[in-house]
């Protein structure tokens, strides 16, 4: 299993605002499953999500939790809620050494509930797709 550091030593590029952003996730293994950040602007995030032979959740749980980590870095400066799912679908299987990039947008902000939509591919092929909430503290 990867330990919680592994990603900034292959990531050392990134701004240390975007680094200080995913070591501050209050989520710790097994449940992080955001592992690297690529890009954040105001609208998007692109991150990384490592599936490795050791993982103790089923990989389709923690593909969806890897949007919701990634999401909750786009709005929120703390932890936010996951609040709901919508229309997810998960088109290919995750294999032990799968290396998934995950794409959220921000689509709607209702006050303290946020709507995003999310997609992951593998090697540029889509693998999962779906729309999810999140809800401020």
């Not at 919680?4 to 680094?19: E, I, K, N, P, V």
């Not at 932890?79 to 689509?107: H, K, M, W, Y």
């Amino acid at each position: 299993m990867l330990g919680a550091g592994w990603y900034a030593l292959s990531h050392s590029a990134l701004s240390t605002q975007h680094m200080n952003w995913l070591s501050a996730l209050p989520h710790q293994i097994p449940f992080r499953a955001a592992s690297a950040l690529i890009r954040k602007d105001e609208t998007s995030i692109v991150g990384k999500f490592l599936w490795t032979a050791n993982e103790s959740l089923p990989p389709q749980i923690m593909l969806i939790e890897a949007m919701a980590q990634f999401a909750g870095g786009l709005v929120f400066d703390a932890q936010g809620f996951l609040s709901g799912i919508d229309n997810c679908e998960i088109t290919r299987a995750i294999e032990p050494g799968d290396v998934v990039i995950v794409n959220v947008s921000v689509e709607a902000d209702f006050g303290r509930i946020f709507r995003f939509s999310g997609t992951a591919t593998i090697d540029g092929v889509e693998v999962a797709r779906g729309r999810f909430y999140l809800a401020a503290p």
